[in-house]
């Protein structure tokens, strides 16, 4: 998005290591939100910079940008303790994103190896997927998320453009938010289980209620799963793998001998 707008973008690092205990993928989560914001509200060939250094006891990131900005991932930033807060000149004056976070005091003494990590799915292997949901901080997070374990994934924010999506691409795996406008999750599940090809399609509701009822409900509905947000992003990706696992198996018994 950066290259496509011809932002200059520039980044500052400190010279020492600091520490900080965190979850890495949500930190990058974090980083990522802010600069694919920067880069979205900047006019073309505008100006995105990264800092990090540390800060008195703290460690700071900023991203400044020439644009109007805007901050996400304010829930993230505070699971670490941390903080986030935005500043700006004034109108078109550019905006500056805070993120500030406890660091520790050093690197761990003896630093653990490690560990194999359970094998990503390359890309051409990688499940093609959707994420529907209103909420667009939600839906491109999750997004995000499942590109980075390999698999293609598409973002919509209306029940109607999910719908449209699955008919058209008829994707492996389809994680639709349940109070959306225009289609609701129940309504897409709907179409999608009286079409020829529609149970080929992993459904998995995505919702805010999680009584027994809830469930039921979807599960009626045509959903195979039924998860309550805030998702683990394990588990997103674990699903993913076991799809295009599945898919994989398919192609193998169709396979001529």
Not at 26 to 45: D, E, Y
Not at 71 to 80: I, N, S
Not at 96 to 110: F, K, M, N, Y
Request: neutral net charge; aromatic residues 4%.
């Amino acid at each position: 998005m950066l290259e496509a707008k011809q932002h200059t973008f520039t980044i500052q690092l400190p010279q020492e290591s600091l520490w900080l205990q965190a979850d890495a993928l949500r930190l990058a989560q974090v980083v990522g939100n802010l600069l694919t914001n920067a880069a979205k509200f900047t006019p073309a060939r505008g100006r995105v910079e990264l800092h990090a250094a540390r800060v008195a006891d703290d460690v700071v990131i900023h991203v400044v940008d020439n644009g109007i900005g805007l901050a996400l991932a304010k829930g993230l930033v505070e699971m670490h303790g941390g903080t986030i807060a935005a500043r700006s000149a004034g109108s078109a004056q550019g905006t500056e994103l805070i993120v500030t976070l406890p660091p520790v005091s050093a690197a761990p003494a003896a630093p653990a190896a490690r560990p194999t990590a359970a094998p990503v799915l390359p890309p051409s292997s990688g499940v093609a997927g959707l994420v529907a949901d209103d909420n667009r901080d939600a839906a491109q997070s999750l997004a995000i998320l499942l590109r980075l374990a390999g698999h293609e994934v598409t973002a919509v924010h209306d029940g109607l453009a999910a719908w449209e999506l699955i008919e058209r691409a008829r994707p492996a795996i389809a994680l639709l938010d349940i109070g959306m406008p225009q289609l609701n999750g129940y309504e897409i599940a709907a179409r999608v289980r009286a079409a020829p090809w529609g149970r080929e399609v992993t459904l998995i509701a995505l919702t805010g209620w999680g009584q027994a009822s809830d469930r039921k409900r979807a599960l009626t509905a045509g959903f195979d799963e039924h998860w309550v947000k805030p998702i683990a992003p394990e588990v997103a990706t674990e699903l993913c793998a076991i799809t295009a696992r599945r898919l994989a198996r398919g192609r193998e018994d169709q396979a001529p001998a």
